[in-house]
């Protein structure tokens, strides 16, 4: 072996320890909050969280209940709402816009992704709070929609994007209406990515806390109007951690590890679409 | 009878075809040839009113079928284009539709529904591209399991399903191999019986084969046309010679 | 655009022009066996021969191969079909003079058969028409093709012509009518060759025009 050789396998080697201990630094914290929050949660994740309400500070025992429903109702509404703007916009941008129009509009969601969350609270608030005068689940439900929308229209307007336009050539030659084209032949060929963007976008919402902390502002009890103040996951965690009670402490970490398992699940959902998509036209 | 007359078409106001005036009669195959870029898709392409779905084209001049105008503003260019089918270069079926639903795509999302029709009309379909018999134990798999030449069946066979008058067949054999393109070649002859074919093709020896008449584009003009025979063994101008012997293009 | 194919229909046109000439070249030596009465140029027809008829299987051959090879369209398509036809037409012409030089060994051991010299401008008549018709290929001249055809109704009529004179002094002189019949079968042969060289020059003009004007009686009146 020459000398330049051996410098050159030594130079490579460099990078790829490099590479590795970057890679490591990143995943390591993860894996290590992972075990943490598994220890400290797991024995909170009992029947009882989802089946008892707090109770009051200083008695040990109880659970979520009012909280895990709380976010299904927020989270719900704001899933009802913003699903289907999102994939409605996104159709028209992909299928029917005219190019400018669809790049502004793009833009416009490019910015309003970045937008903080607190800012789009901020925006529930003035919204619904103040008509309202007082907060609400509806509220908190808006401040969500807000956020999951641009989301839910930039990953479906991309996954519309790679439908080769090939098919929907042949849906025109075919003399089929284009209203029919988008919806029966791109929606329906960009469907998994689609239900995955679905997926992560809300499941990205269920974790929001900052939003909430002034439009659905959180209850003791259990309610699932959405005209009243209304508990949440996030917000309740918070609420929690920050307490002195050590019982509340043990609930606020059964309580995030719901959140993480939900994410993982909803993770793992989108994946398995995926997979079983690809299988089924491997067939 | 398919008929262009005088037709020019613009694309973003540079002309791309010029005063082409051709006509494709029944019961006849009719090829379109020219080197690459001479107008011969952007020309097929009037004819079922794609133009209309490209921001930009502006198509003057008239097609004709059967003596009734498509470009009036009257017709709707979506009954058109069942009238007047196309077959695309690649073969494009719907991967997320199973080979039953693709042959029956046109006729279901034109809205009909009854069952019985549907599969009736599938397997005529099939059976007249000549795909019938290779793929009726299988009718619900995906069609990414066919072979390139299987897969352009499909798409003829579900271009066929809606009953259209004329069919228009871009570079339909240029993906596949001689023996996928001599059965394509076979069910266009019997395809001739009740429609009218219009093909495109860069070969030579295709446009020999397969059709009755041909007519020799180039650079967005229309040299000559005339019977197929005429064409290829005295053909009247000197630049259809040229082509046609591969001394240009 | 020069194509490889170019080069190889070239080739072809040499090859047929080479068996044109030997073809030429025979015509011409016949024509001096008979009115020279020479035994010796009679006997190199019949060798010559032999060359003609190789070219005829080359050419055959180079035809079938281009055909196969190159799938040719339009005037190279022309070209090669009507190569094909006009070798066994020289070929044939070859075999004429073949038939003519072994009647003349015959008829130069005896007196002359004819007073006029209508045999030697019969022969002269036909040889100027194989050449044109020839200089026609070349030349892709269709005047020139055009002329040959209507040449050939001259030869007939001097082929008409030594007929009569034949017939009459064969009942004139029946002791001349072993050589009289000879020459007959001569100026047969003849006037075939001048047929040949019509149906060469029409497949000129079939190369040349993608018109084909044989039987002209069969023709429709509406021919492009």
Not at chain 2, 172 to 199: G, N, Q, Y
Not at chain 3, 21 to 44: D, F, P
Not at chain 3, 78 to 99: M, Y
Request: hydrophobic share 45%; with cysteine.
């Amino acid at each position: 072996m020459s000398g330049s050789h051996r410098l050159r396998k030594i130079q490579g080697r460099l990078m790829e320890g490099v590479c590795l201990l970057a890679a490591l630094l990143a995943v390591i914290p993860l894996f290590a909050f992972m075990w943490h929050l598994a220890a400290k949660g797991a024995s909170s994740l009992t029947l009882n969280l989802f089946t008892q309400l707090p109770l009051p500070p200083g008695e040990v025992g109880g659970g979520l209940k009012n909280a895990i429903v709380g976010s299904l109702v927020v989270v719900g509404l704001a899933t009802v709402a913003g699903i289907p703007l999102g994939v409605g916009a996104a159709v028209y941008m992909s299928e029917f816009a005219r190019p400018k129009v669809a790049s502004s509009l793009r833009f416009a969601c490019d910015v309003l992704s970045g937008i903080p969350s607190i800012v789009m609270g901020l925006l529930a608030y003035q919204v619904v709070v103040v008509r309202m005068h007082h907060f609400s689940a509806l509220s908190g439900s808006v401040a969500l929609a807000f956020i999951m929308l641009p989301v839910v229209v930039i990953t479906t307007q991309e996954m519309l994007r790679l439908v080769p336009h090939s098919l929907r050539e042949a849906g025109h030659a075919l003399g089929i209406p284009a209203w029919r084209i988008a919806s029966s032949i791109s929606l329906r060929a960009a469907a998994p990515g689609v239900l995955t963007g679905m997926i992560l976008a809300v499941s990205r919402v269920a974790g929001e806390t900052a939003p909430l902390l002034f439009t659905s502002f959180g209850n003791p009890y259990l309610s699932a109007d959405p005209r009243q103040p209304i508990a949440t996951l996030p917000h309740t965690i918070f609420t929690y951690a920050i307490s002195p009670y050590d019982d509340w402490h043990r609930l606020a970490y059964g309580g995030a590890l719901v959140l993480v398992l939900g994410i993982l699940g909803s993770t793992l959902l989108s994946r398995f679409i995926l997979w079983w998509h690809r299988r089924s036209l491997n067939v | 009878m398919l008929a262009c007359a005088d037709l020019t078409i613009e694309f973003n106001r540079k002309a791309v075809l010029k005063g082409v005036s051709l006509q494709f009669p029944p019961r006849k195959i009719s090829a379109i040839i020219g080197p690459s870029g001479c107008g011969k898709s952007t020309l097929l392409r009037s004819f079922n009113r794609m133009h209309d779905l490209t921001k930009g084209a502006r198509v003057i001049g008239s097609v004709t079928l059967d003596g009734r105008e498509i470009y009036n503003t009257s017709e709707d260019p979506v009954l058109i284009r069942r009238r007047i089918g196309m077959v695309f270069q690649k073969a494009n079926p719907f991967p997320t539709l199973s080979i039953y639903e693709n042959t029956i795509a046109g006729l279901r999302l034109a809205g009909v529904t009854s069952t019985p029709v549907l599969k009736e009309a599938a397997e005529k379909a099939l059976v007249d591209a000549a795909l019938w018999d290779e793929v009726k134990d299988r009718l619900k798999s995906s069609p990414m399991t066919l072979s390139g030449g299987q897969q352009q069946r499909l798409c003829i066979a579900r271009a066929l399903a809606v009953d259209p008058e004329v069919l228009l067949m871009d570079e339909p054999c240029s993906a596949l191999d001689p023996i996928a393109t001599s059965k394509i070649e076979e069910l266009m002859f019997r395809l001739r019986e009740r429609l009218i074919v219009v093909i495109v093709t860069h070969n030579m020896q295709q446009a020999a084969r397969a059709s009755d008449r041909t007519a020799f584009l180039w650079m967005g003009e229309l040299i000559e046309a005339g019977e197929t025979e005429a064409i290829f063994t005295s053909p009247k101008k000197t630049m259809t010679e040229d082509y046609i012997t591969g001394r240009f293009g | 655009m020069a194509r490889a194919f170019d080069a190889e229909l070239k080739e072809l046109k040499f090859s047929l022009l080479d068996m044109a000439g030997q073809v030429e070249e025979m015509l011409h030596l016949t024509h001096q066996a008979l009115i020279e009465r020479s035994n010796h140029k009679a006997e190199v027809v019949t060798r010559l021969d032999r060359n003609v008829d190789e070219a005829e299987l080359k050419l055959d051959q180079a035809c079938i191969d281009l055909l196969a090879l190159r799938a040719p369209f339009a005037s190279d398509l022309r070209l090669i079909a009507s190569t094909l036809k006009l070798v066994p037409e020289l070929e044939r012409v070859g075999d004429h003079c073949c038939n003519i030089a072994r009647r003349a060994l015959v008829l130069n051991l005896q007196p002359p058969a004819l007073e006029s010299d209508n045999l030697e401008r019969l022969g002269l008549e036909t040889q100027s028409m194989m050449r044109r018709a020839v200089d026609a290929f070349v030349n892709g001249d269709a005047a020139q093709a055009r002329s040959v055809i209507r040449a050939d109704d001259q030869v007939n009529a001097i082929y008409r012509d030594i007929y009569s004179e034949l017939l009459r002094r064969m009942l004139a002189d029946p002791l001349c009518i072993e050589r009289a019949s000879h020459l007959i079968i001569v100026i047969k042969n003849w006037e075939r060759i001048a047929d040949q060289a019509t149906n060469i020059a029409e497949e000129v003009l079939f190369i040349l025009e993608g018109r084909n004007v044989k039987h002209a009686y069969l023709q429709e009146p509406t021919q492009p």
